[in-house]
T-cell receptor, first 111, second 111 residues
């Protein structure tokens, strides 16, 4: 079955640590890729997206993601996290008009 | 421009009751979707629509009905609520292949 996998369910980091959250998808062909963030008590907001072109995309708040087609991956990175980055992060794929989300990764940043 | 609106924000039902969760968007988006969010399970697609008059099932459609009589509105109906439908429900809309915009969510409890 086609799916989106996020490998880390819960990540705990100290402030200033580097972050990488994994995302793999199993769809062939053309896909649109997204990372969303959900701060506590809020709805999902877009961090960044990839449709085509440069596989390294930059989003808001210092986040970036790299699309590696050969690995079916779209990992999210941030060089130095802040306490305010504590949230749940979702990878999502749109394929053939249908969107699928990963299970989410909860990031806790310790001050 | 209100974006995506959802009502109600909170709802408590008894088993067997029916209700409709309302969703509206004012961005003239073709695509609208309903998701449920449960701890550790990410967002699961319930139903979606690619335009007025067109709906399709997502990953977890059982127990839910939808209709799309206008571009703006996409109500979700629970015909006979069950405790397993206790969840947070998010409505989202998007243009073709583009970013999803989420509503604020409806927190539903079924006793």
């Amino acid at each position: 079955a086609q799916s989106v996998s996020q490998h880390n369910h819960h990540v705990i980091l100290s402030e200033a640590a580097s972050l990488e959250l994994g995302c793999n998808y199993s769809y062939g062909g053309t896909v649109n890729l997204f990372w969303y963030v959900q701060y506590p008590g809020q709805h999902l907001q877009l961090l960044l997206k990839y449709f085509s072109g440069d596989p390294l995309v930059k989003g808001i708040k210092g986040f970036e993601a790299e699309f590696i087609k050969s690995k079916f991956s779209f990992n999210l990175r941030k060089p130095s996290v802040q306490w305010s980055d504590t949230a749940e992060y979702f990878c999502a794929v749109i394929h053939a008009g249908k969107s699928t989300f990963g299970d989410g990764t909860t990031l806790t940043v310790k001050p | 421009n209100a974006g995506v609106t959802q009502t109600p924000k909170f709802q408590v039902l008894k088993t067997g009751q029916s209700m409709t969760l309302q969703c509206a968007q004012d961005m003239n988006h073709e695509y609208m979707s309903w998701y449920r969010q449960d701890p550790g399970m990410g967002l699961r697609l319930i139903h979606y629509s690619v335009g007025a008059g067109i709906t399709d099932q997502g990953e977890v459609p059982n127990g839910y009905n939808v209709s799309r009589s206008t571009t703006e509105d996409f109500p979700l109906r629970l015909l006979s609520a069950a405790p397993s439908q206790t969840s947070v429900y998010f409505c989202a809309s998007r243009g073709r292949g583009d970013t999803q915009y989420f509503g604020p969510g409806t927190r539903l409890t079924v006793l």
